[in-house]
């Protein structure tokens, strides 16, 4: 069974930074892109950041970019999004996101998502 | 970047009715189109992708449709299970955008 679970998630003030965690199992992580999805309250989702199987392709929303960095450990089965600068509108609950197949940037596998609060 | 937007925004729907969501799109995304439902406290469900193709396990009732910019999504019978929010989502190119979404509500 595909399972991620997100942690990393805080109240942070405007300015300041956090780094996301996702822990993935129940498939061969190296075979999937990976993502980053989040979910203001009361909005739709929005992509923020996907990076292909091996770490050499990342690409970004143009809300976080500049400011966010996506990144995976093979090793270790993980998904990683350092978010520094962070802004009141990037508070949202993010979710940390597989592709559904192997080809195709859209999502079959989601987590439960984890809390950051931009506020001061 | 593409927009996505849908409408209606709110559908009153009673079970059993059939019922057509819409997305459209600022420029064409040929088909690569997906649609999800979300209901409250839950991440995003996959219902379709490649504009028409059910995902995994997602009941025949669910159909989907279109190519370039328009694009619909059919629930035939609607179930109690079925009032939720959806979306629909390209995936031609950077940035991956959504819709706004589509509540569907009981009649």
């Known amino acids: 069974e595909v399972q991620l679970v997100e942690s990393g998630g805080a109240l942070v003030q405007p300015g300041g930074s956090l780094r996301l965690s996702c822990a993935a199992s129940?498939?061969?992580?190296?075979?999937?892109?990976m993502s980053w999805v989040r979910q203001a309250p009361g909005k739709g989702p929005e992509w923020v950041s996907h990076?292909?199987?091996?770490?050499?392709?990342?690409y970004y929303g143009d809300s976080v970019k500049g400011r966010f960095a996506i990144s995976r450990d093979n090793a270790k089965n993980s998904l990683y999004l350092q978010m520094n600068s962070l802004r009141v509108e990037d508070t949202a609950l993010y979710y940390c996101?597989?592709?559904?197949?192997?080809?195709?940037?859209?999502?079959?596998?989601w987590g439960q998502g984890t809390l950051v609060t931009a506020s001061s | 970047e593409i927009v996505m937007t849908q409408s209606p925004a709110t559908l009153s729907l009673s079970p059993g009715e059939r019922v057509t969501l819409s997305c459209r799109a600022s420029?064409?995304?040929?088909?690569?189109l997906a649609w999800y439902q979300q209901k409250p406290g839950q991440a995003p469900r996959l219902l379709i992708y490649g504009a028409s193709t059910r995902a995994t396990d997602i009941p025949a009732r669910f159909s989907g449709s279109g190519s370039g910019t328009e694009f619909t999504l059919t629930i035939n019978s609607l179930q109690s299970e079925d009032f939720a929010v959806y979306y629909c989502q390209h995936y031609n190119n950077w940035p991956i955008t959504f819709g706004q979404g589509t509540r569907l509500e009981i009649k």
């Open positions: 990076i292909n199987e091996d770490g050499s392709e990342k």
């Open positions: 129940g498939f061969t992580f190296t075979r999937y892109w």
């Open positions: 420029q064409s995304v040929g088909i690569y």
């Open positions: 996101a597989r592709v559904a197949y192997g080809g195709g940037h859209f999502w079959g596998y």
